[in-house]
């Protein structure tokens, strides 16, 4: 693989193409091994059936790894920048680390896929500069076209079981920009529950309505538990973020599909940084937390912004179907 130099960005990004466990382990665990016996600290991302691959190819070594389901730790795209990638290579300050990340499996849904291709053409952004290397696999046998052809833009080096080659296709911002679209039309199996924006702006008893609507239409979902607290905590922050910076003109609506709760807020704000909600909060910061927070509770986070206002959608997933 080719090694940052003096001259270059110390972040090397590459996309793996493989097609079955023999090329997939063929390029991750001599990448593992190397980055072991330089003295790297080395974690592990990817949906569970890869990650029992390599723990039972890794053997001994296995122990050395920070092993993570990416079905698990990244269910939401938004979360794995702070909650996988930057977490580990926090936690190693003055060390060159390798993380292998693979946040784009075939079981991921036509409305989940937006997310994941933003979020591999984010980290390019949110890694520049910094003494970290990604490898992120692409099942080339089970993926399509519109998803290998992505990877070209947000990956600067491929690789393949004939070599490496630098990508002619690589462009992130095109991926950033090219899925900043309307969101798909909602699917509620019932009317939605609604807010307007400006009758919670400073009034306790509407904040108060706006929690109870939410826990209502949380358990009607059926959910239970943490979860339901999760989606007041969530509907609580999307709403303070909307009057805080969205000029509090707009609409919370919150309703049920077929397999999840979907809280969404539209509003007249435009988000301006393709980085907010997922840089880690530093120790001690008491505010910009709000949509850090809401990407490590939610299982989605779909966003769609421009000069004439902002939709954030969340998504919680629920048993019903």
Do not use: K
């Not at 693989?1 to 063929?26: I, K, N």
């Amino acid at each position: 693989m080719v090694s940052p130099t003096a001259d270059t960005d110390p972040f090397v990004h590459p996309a793996l193409f493989y097609r079955g466990q023999d090329e997939y382990l063929a390029g991750t665990v001599p990448f593992i091994r190397r980055g072991l016996d330089g003295g790297e600290p080395v974690a592990v991302s990817v949906p569970g059936p890869n990650l029992e691959l390599l723990r039972t190819a890794l053997g001994q070594d296995a122990g050395r790894v920070l092993l993570l389901d990416m079905t698990q730790e990244g269910r939401n795209p938004g979360r794995i920048i702070p909650g996988v990638l930057r977490a580990f290579s926090d936690d190693h300050p003055g060390q060159r680390v390798r993380i292998i990340g693979e946040p784009v499996w075939a079981g991921r849904s036509e409305l989940e896929y937006p997310a994941c291709a933003q979020h591999e053409a984010l980290i390019n952004l949110a890694f520049t500069g910094r003494e970290v290397t990604i490898l992120c696999p692409y099942d080339v046998a089970r993926l399509d076209t519109r998803a290998l052809t992505d990877a070209e833009a947000t990956h600067p080096l491929l690789i393949d079981a004939t070599g490496e080659r630098a990508s002619d296709g690589y462009d992130p911002l095109r991926i950033i920009d090219g899925y900043n679209t309307p969101l798909p039309e909602p699917a509620p199996t019932e009317p939605a529950a609604h807010v307007t924006l400006d009758a919670v702006s400073g009034d306790t008893a509407s904040l108060a309505r706006t929690r109870a609507i939410a826990r209502d239409q949380a358990r009607r979902a059926g959910l239970t538990g943490d979860r339901v607290e999760d989606v007041e905590l969530v509907v609580v922050e999307l709403v303070a973020n909307s009057v805080g910076h969205g000029g509090g003109q707009g609409r919370l609506d919150i309703w049920i599909e077929p397999g999840r709760l979907v809280c969404e807020i539209r509003d007249t704000g435009h988000l301006t940084d393709p980085l907010a909600g997922r840089r880690p909060a530093p120790p001690g910061q008491m505010r910009g937390r709000g949509l850090l927070l809401i990407n490590h509770l939610s299982d989605l986070v779909r966003l769609h912004t421009g000069p004439h206002g902002t939709t954030v959608r969340v998504c919680f997933t629920t048993t019903q179907s």
